[in-house]
């Protein structure tokens, strides 16, 4: 297995503890839906879906929403979401670098915290721009770096390096970078803010729930076991950054919001 394939492997298995995780993803799904414009009869695409709460959101609008995901265990989820809420989805398991659709079939591409994991963006976004009709709408929700997750993507690195070659996901959250990403593809860029907002009852009850669902804190945690020392120092380092987004009993989460038109 090359390194390419290897590290999408990790993250199809590191990702499929992610599921708890959906009841603070929900609420921001209502918001990228309505800021994507997405309205009845329309052609959908969630890029990443994960348990399909941008997808469902969607569909229960009246759009006619299909959604891929990399990881098998949170689409065994989505289907599971989508047949409780009564609403008709076409789930797929597969790779935002290889989107297995049309082009120009879709009138609206979204991602919600999603194509961002992808290792090459440049290939992340020409599929989710191929296969978006001219004139349809590209929007997505990313992690900025002055965000809890940025600043833990930062933390991460300094523990367990990334691997060479593949740019930092929290790049998406820099809108300068979005605007180079997008280029000439695109016209009437705009940018939004919100917050996700994650109960905790303390830093280390919210680090502990993302030791348990997070991917990449799941991976982290699995590499410096072998070295308690520095396991210590990092947990350390981790509770002391969320104490500063903590309030009560919240830790407020800031997210970019991304829209943009296919020329």
Known sequence: M????????????????????E?????????LVRFAGVAAE?????????????????AQLGAQVKAIDLTPQLLESARENGAVAEVDIEWREGDVEELPFEDGEFDIVVSQFAHMFAPRPEVALREMLRVLRPGGTIAF??????????????LHARYVPPPAGIPSPILWGDPSVIRDRLGAAVENIS???DALLAPALSPQH??????????????????????????????????????????????????????????
């Open 206 to 263: 919210y680090r502990l729930n993302m030791e348990r669902t997070a991917g990449p804190m799941i991976k982290l945690i699995e590499t410096l076991a072998s070295d308690p020392s520095r396991l210590q120092s990092f947990r350390r380092e981790y509770d002391a950054m969320v104490s500063d987004y903590r309030r009560d009993n919240v830790v407020h989460q800031s997210y970019l919001l991304t829209r943009a038109r296919k020329i």
């Open 191 to 193: 940018f939004d803010r």
């Open 42 to 58: 329309m052609k959908v695409l969630d890029a990443g879906c994960g348990t399909g709460v941008v997808a469902i959101t969607a």
């Open 141 to 154: 929700s990313t992690w900025p770096p002055e965000s809890v997750v940025g600043l833990s993507a930062q």
């Open 23 to 31: 009841m603070f993803t929900t609420p921001a799904a209502s918001r």
């Open 2 to 21: 090359d390194g390419l394939a290897q590290f999408k492997q990790i993250q199809k298995e590191g990702w499929r503890h992610f599921a708890p995780l």
